[in-house]
């Protein structure tokens, strides 16, 4: 199984070192052509707006809109988190607008309301410290999607099916609890093709 | 409900130092008002340092420079949604307390600015918002750790465009941790106190072979390559000061750094991204610049 982490800016190596951990090979992706013959992928946690700019500059938004439209497992954390949304509030276009959800962007303010608080994560990991930076929120979701966890009353982990996404950061604690699940979001998906 | 009720940790270690995480791979720039912060951010800037004046232009003017006014940094905030930075003086825990009071996202205690206190730096401990410092060497990032820096960038020698110095720093530095790393326990206590370091701290070095926080390049960089080299050096990410808007054509630079910064091992790449960019910022050796003029002696 060979899960890549997409590494144009932002915590690479964490989400690398997290994903081995959990017993996936990982390896990082700096250009489209790096996407063939992934099981998965995940968008790391940087500044959205940066990440979102260079994946068009370098032509990622289409094939990584097939991944995901194809039943390949993504999972998003933070700035990842925004570029799957389907709705971001304040912008036009939504990037790869794959989650049914609509996100608020520095949703608990700025650098000095950044946070650290313990999750339940409904069926993932109960007491889980998450780490949010600069974090958006989930302010909307579909009828497909599961909220998986909130915090203040906002929800900031959702899962769709295939789709994975976190509004804090999981490569920046030891605790591999969410990987490991996504991990094995990926080898569930690998053992039944949905095309 | 209060953070507490409502379980919310903020300004801890994690939190200060997981936002430079963030920031990896990225190129972070200095800029003087919204115009600029724009075209950083369009450029794909990770983050914009909010200054009255850049580097090169502090370097001419001479005299004390200060932190900014508070409408600078202001426009600057409310013209972007990256993250901001800004400069407090050496020392100067009011002006890094005005900073942090108006939302400031990370706080530089920088050396491009004159000194407040010629003895002492800032107790950063104390801040929810996280700082950035410079360092020439192990020893030095280390003290500054010890204070409460959640980030580290090489001092290199600001505002003269010219990259030799922030080398110097930088292979000073990874060449320090190779040591400390292969270091035998025992011999950690002497080593620490020969670079004025922390032990504990120096026993994480020992210990994981980095330092406890992340290391950005800064001071010289002033070419798309300039920030490759940093980046092979072991950085991770790259501060610009001058080097865009003392160029001849800033968005065009802006862009061009932050793409060799993320491909820095593509070559090929940096050769085409290299073309046509018209002039970088003018450079200064720096064997003519006299010693009190030398940014980087500053600091203890």
């Known amino acids: 199984m ?24 990982a390896v990082s992706v700096k250009l489209p ?7 998965g992928l995940v968008m790391p946690g940087g500044e959205s707006t940066t990440i979102s700019k260079l994946m068009h500059q370098y032509d990622f938004m289409e094939p990584v ?111 591999a609890r969410l990987h490991r699940y996504f991990v094995e979001m990926v080898r569930e998906s690998k053992a039944t093709p949905t095309d | ?7 919310l940790a903020k300004g801890t270690d994690r939190v200060k130092r997981g936002m430079a995480e963030m920031q990896k791979g990225g ?16 450029a794909g800037a990770v983050a914009v340092m909010a200054l009255e004046r850049v580097p090169a232009d502090i370097r001419a003017a001479g005299g004390v420079a200060r ?21 407090a003086r050496i020392g100067h825990f009011v002006e890094a307390r005005l900073l942090e009071a108006m939302g400031v996202d990370y706080i530089d205690e920088s050396e491009v600015l004159t000194p407040a206190d010629d003895k002492y730096h800032i107790d950063k401990s104390q801040f929810t918002a996280p700082f950035v410092c410079g360092s020439r060497d192990l020893g030095e990032a280390l003290r500054r750790i010890g204070e409460g820096a959640s980030m580290i960038r090489t001092k290199g020698e600001p505002g003269t465009g010219n990259i030799v110095e922030a080398v110097k720093h930088m292979r000073q530095m990874m060449s320090q941790i190779r040591k400390v790393q292969n270091m035998s326990r025992d011999e950690l206590m002497a080593e620490a106190k020969k670079l004025g370091a922390p032990y504990e701290l120096l026993l994480e070095v020992h210990e994981k072979g980095r330092l406890p926080v992340v290391n950005f390049a800064a001071g010289g960089v002033a070419t798309p390559a300039d920030a490759a080299l940093m980046m092979h050096l072991g950085c991770d990410g790259v501060f610009v ?60």
Request: net charge negative; proline share 4%.
């Open chain 1, 2 to 25: 060979k899960i890549g982490v997409l590494a144009l800016q932002g915590a690479v190596g964490e989400h690398i070192q997290m994903l081995e951990k959990a017993g996936a090979q």
């Open chain 1, 33 to 39: 052509r790096e996407l063939e013959g992934l099981d």
């Open chain 1, 65 to 175: 809109r097939h991944m995901g439209q194809a039943g390949v497992p993504l999972f998003g954390t933070c700035a990842g988190l925004i570029l799957l949304a389907g709705h971001i509030e304040g912008l036009d276009q939504a990037h790869l607008g794959l989650l049914e959800i609509t996100v608020r962007r520095n949703a608990f303010g700025r650098q000095r309301d950044s946070f650290e608080a313990e999750l339940d994560i409904s069926g993932v990991a109960e007491g889980y410290k998450a780490v949010f930076i600069r974090a958006p929120s989930i302010t909307e979701t579909s009828p497909h999607v599961d909220v998986l966890a909130t915090v203040a009353d906002q929800a900031v982990m959702v899962r769709q099916g295939h789709l994975l996404g976190a509004a804090f950061h999981p490569e920046l604690t030891e605790d």
């Open chain 2, 1 to 7: 409900m209060t953070d507490q009720q409502q379980g």
């Open chain 2, 27 to 42: 190129v972070i720039m200095d800029v003087v008002n919204a115009e600029q912060a724009k075209i950083a951010e369009e």
């Open chain 2, 67 to 87: 932190m900014a006014d508070p409408r600078v940094i202001e426009e600057v905030m409310n013209a972007v949604t990256i993250p901001v930075m800004a400069k």
């Open chain 2, 241 to 300: 000061g001058s080097g865009i808007f003392k160029s001849e054509s800033p968005a065009k630079y802006a862009r061009a750094i932050v793409e060799a910064t993320t491909h820095y091992e593509d070559f090929g790449r940096i050769v085409q991204l290299s073309k046509d960019l018209g002039d970088a910022m003018p450079g200064v050796e720096i064997s003519t610049l006299e010693p009190s003029h030398r940014m980087q002696e500053r600091g203890w």
